[in-house]
C-alpha cells in the first residue's frame, strides 16, 4: 500500500522545491500593457454600461497593491443577486469574479 501511494505521490525534497520555485521565479512573465488608471466616475459609468449593454469588454485589473502588475480580462459582465460583478469568456464560457476595486480600466471593443 505504501508503495503505491510513493510511486503516485513521490516524494520531493527541499531542494527540488526550491529548485522548482526558482525556475518559476526566472520564467519570464507576459507583459500586459498597461492602460491608464481611470478616474472613480468613469469607471462606474464604463461599469453599468457594461452591465446594461449586450457587448463584451475588457477589464484590466490590478493585481497586486504593490506593483503594476495586471491582468486583462474579456467578455460578458453580469453581476449576481449577492452584488458580485463577474465576467464571462465568449470563448471559454468560465466566469471570473472580479473585485470592484481593483478595476484599473474597463474599454469595449
Not at 520564467?27 to 500586459?32: C, D, N, T, W
Not at 475588457?58 to 449576481?80: A, C, K, M, R, W
Request: net charge neutral.
Amino acid at each position: 500500500m505504501m508503495q503505491n501511494y510513493l510511486i503516485q505521490q513521490p516524494l520531493e525534497s527541499p531542494i527540488h522545491r526550491a529548485i522548482n520555485s526558482l525556475k518559476d521565479f526566472l520564467k519570464p512573465k507576459k507583459h500586459v500593457p498597461l492602460k491608464p488608471q481611470l478616474m472613480a466616475n468613469e469607471l462606474i459609468t464604463r461599469l453599468e454600461f457594461a452591465l446594461n449593454s449586450e457587448n463584451p469588454a475588457t477589464i484590466q485589473i490590478n493585481n497586486s497593491l504593490l506593483s503594476e502588475d495586471v491582468t486583462n480580462y474579456f467578455g460578458y459582465v453580469y453581476q449576481n443577486i449577492q452584488g458580485q460583478i463577474l465576467i464571462q469568456s465568449p470563448l471559454t464560457h468560465q466566469m471570473v469574479t472580479i473585485l470592484p476595486g481593483t478595476i484599473r480600466h474597463i474599454s469595449f471593443n
